[in-house]
């Protein structure tokens, strides 16, 4: 599992300094500058419903291990994101597929769904019923792309993350009213104890 390709997702709730400071812009870029072993690109937006929630999106070509020529950067990182939150980041590791998540990401909006699956769901029946949720929004206008993934932490391994790419909310609202949403959504909740979804609008900050 260490080796698999996996989004780390980070939701920052923000104070004042989010938008007064430039601390986060600071530990992007000292994100971009380090020589973190397998970070490929990174994304961030907030939330459209929620603009105080700050998502952080980093790729990785394989689970973040830590090591000792890496600490005073993480070091830096935390002192950065520490001052512009009220309470501490929530980090999720999720193992996309398909990975990358980039035709996501580079939709004006991208729909994010975290659920919790039910205990006793059985997972590859669920499995399918994922894909088949998301297979038919690929035929769908305004849709970039789509992804899931379990979470791999320990934590969280009962949570999945699906990603979709829109056009615009309205596309995604249009969507939802069609007959092969409906038919799809249905077993997905049924699977799950609760959801949360929210879109952000995500900028590319690897370059």
């Known amino acids: 599992m260490s080796n698999t390709p996996v989004t780390e997702i980070i939701t920052l709730t923000g104070n004042d300094a989010m938008k007064t400071t430039s601390n986060f812009q600071e530990a992007v870029e000292l994100l971009r500058q380090s020589t973190f072993e397998g970070l490929q690109r990174m994304y961030w937006g907030d939330r459209v419903q929620q603009p105080g929630i700050r998502q952080l999106f980093i790729d990785w070509a394989r689970r973040p291990q830590g090591s000792e020529s890496i600490v005073a950067t993480t070091a830096q990182i935390k002192e950065k994101l520490d001052a512009v ?89 249009a969507f939802m009213k069609t007959e092969p949403a409906t038919r799809t959504t249905a077993p997905y909740v049924d699977g799950v104890d609760d959801s949360t979804v929210f879109y952000v609008q995500a900028q590319d900050a690897s370059e």
């Not at 009220?86 to 980039?102: E, I, K």
């Not at 929004?137 to 009962?158: I, K, L, Q, S």
């Open 85 to 173: 939150v009220d309470s501490p980041p929530t980090r999720r590791l999720v193992a996309f597929n398909p990975f990358p998540t980039n035709k996501c990401f580079a939709a004006p909006f991208t729909e994010l769904i975290i659920s919790t699956v039910k205990p006793e769901t059985n997972l590859n029946e669920f499995n399918k019923i994922v894909d088949a949720s998301l297979e038919v929004c690929h035929d769908f206008e305004g849709c970039y792309g789509t992804a899931w993934g379990y979470v791999v932490d320990p934590e969280g391994a009962n949570e999945v993350v699906l990603l979709v790419g829109w056009e615009s909310p309205e596309h995604h609202v």
